[in-house]
């Protein structure tokens, strides 16, 4: 072993990486008459457990698909600083209202610009997605993007409870990949801020559930809050960084919220 190799695997060893997801978090993800009809969504890079942001330019595309048809709200996102409690230097995330005007389920998506993480050497780019449904017409929330990858939800991505089971398909260049290896972390926040969850272990941290020849897979979310799935492949293109053509890591990322009964 080379010491540039043996020097990477000790740091792997002393470090785990965290999980990347991006994410696109919506003020509510049910919408009814007695609401406000006006969403206000995030849209950010982090490591949703450790509470950790990472920088975030503006996306190459940003846009939601509502009754078969795609509205591109890229020129409408705002960029904003937050940081964590654990985080000394702020970083950048992205924010847009958005106003309901008709029935039904709005799917929001983001393709971000490529995200060089140097602990990998290779770019990140996370296509995500999360679905609002709108006054009581429940009609779409099945509906493919036709991102290069995304995960198809077999289970309605709404008005979830604590402990439901979610299930969706991984699809990459609108195939399913088999045996995909999905993350799935939860939002560890709560309305200030504040860390709520202290995992015991570092697996503790990112789940992982493996999908079936099908590209299926499912989850039984154990908390209220956020959940965000997240599978990853390699894309067959590279990206020039410093004169060296790098992988590219994509990943189809979904977000889903769950309450409790009561």
Request: charged content about 20%; proline content about 8%; overall charge negative.
């Amino acid at each position: 072993m080379t010491l540039r190799l043996l020097v990477a695997a000790l740091l792997l060893t002393a470090s785990p990486a965290l999980a990347h997801f991006g994410a696109i978090l919506p003020s509510d993800d049910v919408v009814t008459q007695n609401d406000n009809m006006t969403l206000n969504l995030q849209v950010k890079f982090i490591h949703p457990m450790e509470m950790h942001y990472m920088e975030m330019a503006k996306p190459q595309q940003f846009g939601v698909l509502h009754n078969g048809r795609k509205t591109d709200l890229l020129e409408n996102l705002k960029a904003t600083r937050g940081k964590s409690p654990d985080q000394e230097q702020s970083f950048t995330y992205w924010t847009v209202p958005f106003r309901i005007k008709r029935p039904g389920d709005y799917t929001f998506y983001v393709e971000p610009t490529p995200y060089w993480e140097p602990a990998e050497d290779l770019f990140i780019v996370h296509y995500t997605k999360v679905c609002v449904n709108a006054l009581g017409l429940e009609s779409g929330w099945d509906q493919p993007v036709g991102l290069e990858t995304e995960i198809i939800p077999f289970t309605r991505p709404y008005g979830l409870w604590t402990n439901n089971l979610f299930t969706g398909q991984v699809l990459l260049k609108g195939k399913p990949v088999p045996l995909a290896e999905v993350e799935v972390e939860y939002l560890n926040e709560s309305p200030g801020n504040i860390r709520v969850i202290r995992p015991p272990s570092d697996p503790h941290v990112t789940q992982v559930v493996k999908a079936d020849a099908n590209g299926m897979f499912s989850y039984a979310m154990p908390r209220a809050g956020w959940w965000g799935f997240s599978a990853l492949s390699l894309a067959d293109r590279t990206i020039s960084h410093n004169g060296q053509e790098k992988q590219v890591e994509v990943g189809a990322v979904y977000w889903v919220q769950t309450r409790d009964m009561k």
